[in-house]
């Protein structure tokens, strides 16, 4: 941080110069950009190392890491570009194909391909998987300060990579091994948070409306987002009918209609543009895109110069959008979970908390959550009201509105909260160098070291940690709290040490049975196929594996015949194994934990010494 005064605003002309701390210039080569990746390579550093173990045993903490490599690996042994199935889940179903997009897969698949010839297939996957996480977290970085730096307070740019890796929901998806899609999305966010803060232009709203394309194309999770700045875009067209308000509405939306269609394209193939997902882009959204942007041009073609007029017409826009969207798959408007079985939802998506509103949480996790976005919060709200300038008003603005919708998403499903957290960085960045700069106004040097250490208390992880430790002095059941929240380890999960994987893999290829959670870690690390894995696409082989362990006892066997299992696996100490067993005494995960297995099944000596249990099916007989 630095007591330098505010700089001037301004737009993307002159380079600013770096700023001053106690009369000592950092110079001109310090840039925003670069000390962006100096912060983020130095964080990267300590985070590589610390998880140096886990990176060398490939201790996948996310089942989604799991399939994502699996993906990948599919790939590059010559499965199709556009054919998305995981052929090796519910394989007497003919698979599932996946709702996940090839633009998080290429670069996976690209550094592995580069690397093999170098150090081997495996020694490959580990390299990219350790490093392109934290590679994409610098360009995120990078983006949150360029895309921050037209702000009022110049040295917001300089300081909030600092207010970034102090940020914990969102660095946890940049760490070494996380693989899966989220750092996408919130980078992509970001880009469009960048374009959003420009001046109005054409090609601002054009370059916005790719990145929500591609936000949409990675996860439709994206879509309130993408939404989100939609309406952000018109409001400002719709209050003041300024002619570069317009432009920019119109190259936003007709670059998210027209850039969907071409992403689903690429990444899908002819197939995907008529398929009806209700779970990842398709022909329902992109039909609503096409309608709320033909909506968007006649509205601007229009022109009209009263207000009410301009409001009147884009809500006609809107509306036309959600039509089109019910009328091409009516399902839609009922979410991608809601044609889920009951006994899926209870036993599994009611567990996945990062889908599940801030309710569900712990409260002490709720903490964590409240404390960054309430404080950004703050500080957007008092850089707009102290702006002079009619530009940083209106960026301020754009700032908070961004803010309050993501954390109203994230009260209602708990992955947006790296969104929303994203969005507070810059009101928490100017709260810190306002505070910094009264602490060394103080003379006295106590308490001016003092008011000085109290100024970090802005950064996002240090005040949540002094809010919710107070509160845990005042209120000691949340301490009782976050002690039950820790996590299980992932072996604790899997009990697969090498050597377990190692016999595991060494059994003929057959179909296993496992508790959903266990699915996708076996795919990564064995040969095997599985009836079912967390992929909600696969929900009839979802509903008859939870059937199996928690179910009518009597029905297990012809539910596992009827998915042509011939192992079933579980690992004794994992969460879902422990929910299983506490559903139904006399169900068959009770029996198994017991050792009293029915006669259908017998013990295989395999994994005992960590946990695993390992069941063969018998054959039927005739």
Request: charge should be positive; include cysteine.
């Amino acid at each position: 941080m630095t007591d330098a005064p505010a700089l001037p605003a301004g737009g993307e002309g002159a380079p600013v110069p770096a700023p001053a701390s106690n009369g000592i210039a950092l110079g001109p080569w310090f840039t925003p950009a670069r000390i962006a990746l100096i912060v983020w390579a130095a964080m990267s550093l300590i985070a590589i190392v610390a998880q140096w173990q886990a990176i060398g045993a490939l201790d996948l903490s996310d089942t989604d890491d799991a399939m994502r490599m699996a993906q990948v690996r599919d790939l590059l042994a010559g499965q199709s570009w556009w054919d998305l199935s995981q052929y090796r889940v519910n394989p007497s179903g003919g698979g599932v194909l996946m709702h996940w997009s090839r633009i998080v897969d290429a670069p996976l698949a690209a550094g592995i391909l580069l690397l093999k010839p170098l150090f081997g297939q495996a020694m490959a996957e580990r390299i990219v998987m350790a490093l392109w996480p934290p590679m994409l977290g610098a360009a995120l970085s990078v983006a949150c300060a360029l895309g921050y730096r037209n702000l009022s307070d110049r040295r917001i740019a300089y300081v909030v990579p600092l207010f970034l890796i102090m940020s914990g929901f969102i660095v946890m998806q940049f760490r070494p091994l996380r693989v899966d899609h989220h750092g996408w999305q919130i980078l992509l966010a970001m880009l469009i948070m960048g374009q959003a803060l420009r001046p109005a232009t054409w090609q601002a709203g054009l370059l916005g409306g790719l990145c929500a394309a591609a936000l949409l194309a990675v996860s439709i999770e994206g879509l309130p987002i993408v939404a989100l700045f939609a309406g952000l875009a018109a409001l400002r067209w719709a209050l003041h009918g300024r002619c570069e308000d317009r432009r920019r509405l119109c190259g936003y939306m007709g670059a998210l209609a027209g850039g969907a269609i071409l992403f689903q394209f690429l990444t899908r193939g002819p197939a995907g543009l008529a398929g009806t997902w209700c779970d990842s882009l398709s022909a329902p959204y992109m039909t609503a895109f096409v309608a709320a942007t033909a909506g968007t041009f006649a509205a601007a073609r229009a022109n009209p110069g009263l207000q009410w007029v301009r409001f009147l017409l884009l809500a006609a826009a809107a509306g036309l959008a959600a039509g089109a969207l019910v009328w091409t798959e009516p399902q839609c408007a009922n979410g991608p979970f809601a044609s889920l079985d009951p006994i899926v939802v209870e036993y599994w998506y009611r567990n996945i908390l990062e889908g599940q509103p801030l309710w569900a949480s712990r409260p002490y996790d709720a903490i964590y959550v409240l404390v960054p976005s309430l404080a950004g919060l703050v500080g957007s709200l008092l850089a707009w009201r102290g702006s002079i300038a009619a530009a940083d008003r209106k960026a301020w603005a754009t700032v908070t509105i961004a803010l309050l919708g993501a954390a109203a998403l994230s009260l209602l499903v708990l992955r947006s909260v790296s969104t929303a957290h994203l969005f507070a960085l810059p009101g928490c960045a100017w709260l810190g160098l306002r505070a910094w700069a009264w602490a060394r106004t103080i003379a006295s040097t106590g308490p001016r070291i003092l008011a000085s250490a109290m100024a970090a208390l802005t950064l996002p992880l240090l005040g949540s940690i002094a809010v919710a430790v107070p509160l845990g002095w005042v209120f000691p059941a949340l301490n009782a709290d976050e002690e039950e929240s820790a996590v299980a380890t992932p072996f604790e999960q899997t009990c697969l040490d090498p050597a377990t994987i190692a016999a595991l893999d060494r059994l003929p290829p057959t179909t296993i049975l496992t508790p959903i959670d266990l699915g996708a870690p076996v795919i990564f690390w064995t040969h095997h196929s599985l009836v079912a894995t967390g992929h909600h696409r696969n929900k009839e082989a979802m509903a008859d594996t939870i059937r199996v362990f928690v179910g009518d006892p009597g029905q297990a066997e012809a539910l596992v015949r009827k998915q042509k299992a011939t192992l079933i696996i579980f690992c004794r100490t994992a969460n879902d194994l422990v929910q299983y067993r506490a559903a139904r005494k006399d169900a068959l995960a009770a029996q198994l934990y017991a050792g009293k297995a029915p006669v259908w099944l017998e013990p295989l000596a395999v994994g005992k010494q960590t946990g695993l249990s390992v069941w063969r099916v018998k054959p039927a007989a005739r």
